[in-house]
């Protein structure tokens, strides 16, 4: 499932998690992001995400946040890819 930004900004504390590189996180992010790379996220979701959370995924360009989404959703994790990603 995707979402635009400018729908989930006006959410208390939403969960975002920047999925990109930690250098590319580093370079810039949105405000209250979490960094959790793509391959240790895939890898390892138990680890950091819980099924009672809704959980929005950004990437670059919106297409890496998409597919994991739907990985995520199909394991029962409650998760929205951010369209366009973050690109800075």
């Not at 979490?34 to 996220?41: A, E, G, M, Q, T």
């Not at 890898?43 to 670059?60: A, G, Q, V």
């Not at 990985?71 to 890819?81: D, E, F, Q, R, V």
């Amino acid at each position: 499932m995707e979402i635009d930004y400018e729908e989930i900004k006006y959410l208390e504390n939403p969960n975002i998690i920047d999925i990109r590189e930690h250098y590319l996180y580093e370079r810039g992010h949105l405000k209250g992001s979490i960094n959790i790379p793509l391959r240790v996220l895939r890898t390892m979701p138990d680890k950091y995400l819980s099924f009672d959370k809704t959980y929005y995924l950004i990437c670059e360009t919106g297409f890496n946040s998409k597919r994991l989404s739907t990985i995520l959703n199909n394991k029962g994790y409650h998760t929205y890819s951010i369209k366009s990603g973050y690109e800075k």
